[in-house]
């Protein structure tokens, strides 16, 4: 077996490696632990995709197949930053991913109602950008010579829901119908398609300077013990009461209302100064006194006790993210704090926006990693309503929910479509609150999508294989995005000489792929090339479209020979 993929990784994600590298004709070999790289072929492999979720075996495999095999790809996968970065350094020919690196900005998008997508191609900065078609017409008649990426057909299409990729310029669309189109920020404007920016959130001061003042008291307030404020009112009771009799009630001398005050608070403390007594005082009154200190140091006990549990429980702890959330608004609710989730948060954070995160476990190892950006947490079961009151969903922009349980996330999922009511539908008057899902069964997405009408369902596998098997076939990936629930890659492929691609004009390309540039050599870009256009050897295409289709672009832009090797069985 030569010139063949080695994959390593039985969870969804490597299964769908195999699965989709299978399915472009590819050789596959699996191996399960690094003994088995030299029974694999690793001296005559292509690339070793190490796709396992456990960081530890994927590092050692990588490592141990550089050494076997110095020019094989290696692509591996790891979660953890530091080890990623020192890999990274000289690992050669392949690349070390994060699968939350490359499919949490699908998330992002999707939670900024983003429609906008900029990616670099080859030195320029195209643009993909949507608008709603305003009438039937075909795509050239009201984008002109625009490259369409697809078209989600609308309520007025035969097909709602439907996403045709990367159309032809005759497509027809109906009014109501979502277009995606590729350019310039030039080429857009031009044909009247705004690149309108993501949400971005109110930098305005939204409190006025009481507010903090407010904020404090309300927070006291909640979080002691309701029965503080009943022991603290019998103890400000018992120490007027104590003070105004003592004013008109002791003599030799008398007191002033001050000293009645005095004399009340150090004997309700028992701290006794010496500089009153009740020696000389009538015997009821010296009973009083006997009173006073019993009753004293009764609530003076019960106080120091609520204030006991308010700084030293864990009342604190369970009322700390409550606190910072109470003056939120605008804000994104992410549930499920893992390293998807914080990969999330992150991007949320450094785009400018409040992020609430809801975690069921007070023992989540990103606790920390949350602390560091400031993201309040609320602990609680998001299913249920005290703890969205909680991360004050009604007040939200956007959700997602990117916990590790598919049943978890689709019942969340509900939960909140009956919670916001039609606040989470799209209408004319903006995107509504996307609450956006993340199901790792790409197939149960497409129904739970269907069945209960969530737009914005994302598969971390989905998002991620392609690129694992693009950097193993030797793809350029630059960048995905998602219309509707289509996902689509933007890559380039380098022609080599007596390949398919070698002379085929853009007319016979992949009908669900497109072309947006084609580079020939350092400063000679090609962009947005004509039907007549020829690739040649040694070219760099830049093609956008379902990565599928992309992968299979891909292959044809190999050698001959280079498929000849990859299609030969043992």
Not at 291 to 310: E, H, P, Q, R, S
Not at 387 to 413: F, K, S
């Amino acid at each position: 077996m030569e010139g063949h993929i080695i994959v390593c990784g039985d969870d969804p994600l490597g299964l769908r490696i195999v699965e989709q590298l299978r399915s472009a004709g590819r050789e596959i070999a699996i191996v399960e632990s690094p003994a088995e790289l030299r029974d694999a072929g690793i001296a005559h492999a292509s690339a070793l995709i190490c796709a396992d979720d456990d960081d530890a075996l994927n590092l050692e495999i990588a490592l141990l197949a550089r050494e076997l095999n110095p020019t094989v790809r290696v692509v591996a996968r790891l979660a953890n930053g530091v080890l990623r970065e020192a890999v990274a350094i000289g690992n050669g020919p392949g690349a070390v991913l994060d699968v939350a690196d490359v499919a949490a900005p699908s998330v992002v998008e999707a939670c900024l109602s983003r429609t906008t997508h900029s990616i670099t191609v080859a030195g320029v900065e195209f643009v993909v950008s949507g608008t709603t078609a305003p009438r039937a017409a075909t795509l050239r008649e009201l984008f002109g010579d625009l490259a369409p990426v697809a078209v989600l057909r609308g309520e007025q299409s035969p097909e709602p829901g439907t996403v045709v990729p990367c159309p032809g310029r005759d497509e027809r669309v109906e009014p109501g119908d979502w277009t995606a189109m590729i350019g310039t920020a030039d080429d857009l404007s031009a044909q009247g398609i705004a690149v309108t920016a993501a949400r971005t959130p109110d930098t305005h001061a939204r409190r006025s300077p009481v507010k903090p003042l407010t904020d404090a008291l309300r927070a006291f307030r909640e979080d002691v013990n309701p029965n503080f404020f009943k022991a603290l009112s019998v103890s400000m009771t018992l120490l007027i009461g104590a003070t105004v009799l003592l004013r008109f009630a002791y003599h030799r001398p008398g007191m002033s209302i001050v000293d009645a005050l005095y004399f009340s608070t150090e004997t309700i403390a028992t701290v006794g100064y010496g500089d009153f007594s009740f020696v000389d005082q009538p015997t009821w009154l010296r009973l009083f006194g006997i009173v006073l200190m019993f009753a004293g140091v009764t609530t003076t006990a019960v106080l120091m006790a609520f204030v006991a549990d308010l700084l030293l429980s864990r009342r604190i702890a369970q009322n700390a993210g409550r606190r910072k959330v109470r003056d939120l608004t605008d804000h994104v609710v992410v549930v499920g704090l893992g390293s998807f989730g914080i990969r999330v948060v992150a991007d949320l954070k450094a785009a400018g926006h409040d992020v609430v995160v809801v975690e069921r476990s007070r023992d989540n190892r990103y606790l920390s990693s949350a602390a560091q950006l400031d993201v309040p947490v609320i602990f609680g079961d998001a299913t249920l309503a005290q703890t969205l009151e909680d991360a004050r969903i009604d007040d939200a922009v956007a959700v997602a929910v990117l916990t590790q349980d598919d049943m978890v996330n689709i019942e969340t999922g509900i939960v909140l479509r009956e919670r916001l009511g039609e606040r989470w539908l799209r209408s004319a008057d903006g995107p509504g609150v996307p609450v956006v899902l993340r199901i790792y069964d790409r197939t149960l997405g497409r129904a739970v999508a269907q069945r209960f009408g969530f737009e914005n369902v994302r598969s971390t596998v989905e998002l991620a294989a392609p690129w694992f098997i693009g950097a193993a076939m030797g793809l350029e990936v630059l960048g995905t995005f998602s219309v509707g629930q289509q996902s689509f890659m933007v890559g380039g492929v380098e022609v080599a000489r007596g390949s398919k691609l070698d002379g085929l004009r853009m007319a016979d390309m992949s009908t669900q792929t497109r072309v947006i540039a084609i580079s020939r050599g350092p400063g000679d870009v090609q962009l947005h090339p004509r039907r007549d256009t020829r690739l040649a050897a040694g070219d760099t295409a830049y093609l956008v479209g379902p990565h599928r289709e992309l992968l299979d672009t891909l292959h044809e832009g190999l050698s001959e020979f280079a498929q000849g090797v990859t299609r030969r069985r043992t």
